[in-house]
């Protein structure tokens, strides 16, 4: 499944996925987009929720502006997402 990433996210991710060895799995294609073959999906998203829970709330639990960034990669991989990628298939 390929899967745009918009540019002032792209850091995080490739972030994200080098502190939680997810880089291996991961590839980065032209234009923004990533792949992800299997349970990369989910193993990305559990590892860029671990990064919210560590790095991305306030003390009051409220999301931060990583947060917020985090949650806006959580959006792009997560259910849902890539449906007309999976349809074709």
Do not use: Q
């Amino acid at each position: 499944m390929n899967l745009k990433v918009p540019l002032h996210l792209r850091a995080l991710l490739d972030e994200v996925c080098a502190k939680n060895g997810c880089h291996r799995s991961i590839e980065k294609m032209e234009g923004g987009e990533y792949s992800l073959e299997g349970n990369d999906r989910e193993w990305l998203i559990d590892a860029l929720v671990r990064e919210l829970l560590n790095t991305g709330l306030n003390v009051n639990d409220e999301p931060n502006g990583r947060g917020l960034d985090i949650e806006a990669l959580i959006d792009v991989f997560g259910p849902g997402s890539g449906r007309s990628d999976e349809s074709a298939s």
